[in-house]
């Protein structure tokens, strides 16, 4: 990917988590809000498992493989869209940090 192209997915993943994400939360009265916890379970899932365990360095949008934030931003997309559970993958997020979610650690 270029540089140009890169800083584009950048923006992207910056506007989804900062400004979008958190906006629909209040919207649809999401237990979550804030945009570093949309970071992680996006990110969480992307990597499948604890991004930091695959991702070296901070910031994480910054050090990621193209293909994770890429993945991570279509999940953000689909919370937006309905499709996928905000919910759901925050408990496997947390379970991945063995705070007490109730899906296993892979």
């Given at each position: 990917m270029t540089e140009i192209a890169r800083s584009v997915i950048e923006q992207q993943w910056l506007e989804l988590t900062?400004?979008?994400?958190?906006?629909?939360?209040?919207?649809?009265?999401?237990?979550?809000?804030?945009d570093h916890c949309f970071q992680r379970i996006l990110l969480d899932d992307a990597c499948g498992g604890c991004w930091y365990d695959h991702i070296v360095g901070r910031p994480a949008y910054g050090k990621a493989p193209d293909a994770v934030l890429a993945r991570?931003?279509?999940?953000?997309?689909?919370?937006?869209?309905?499709?996928?559970?905000?919910?759901?993958?925050?408990?496997?997020?947390?379970?991945?940090?063995?705070?007490?979610?109730?899906?296993a650690r892979s």
């Open positions: 900062h400004i979008r994400l958190p906006k629909r939360a209040i919207e649809a009265r999401w237990s979550l809000r804030l991570a931003i279509a999940t953000g997309e689909a919370l937006l869209a309905g499709t996928a559970d905000v919910n759901a993958l925050n408990a496997q997020s947390l379970a991945w940090r063995g705070k007490g979610g109730k899906l």
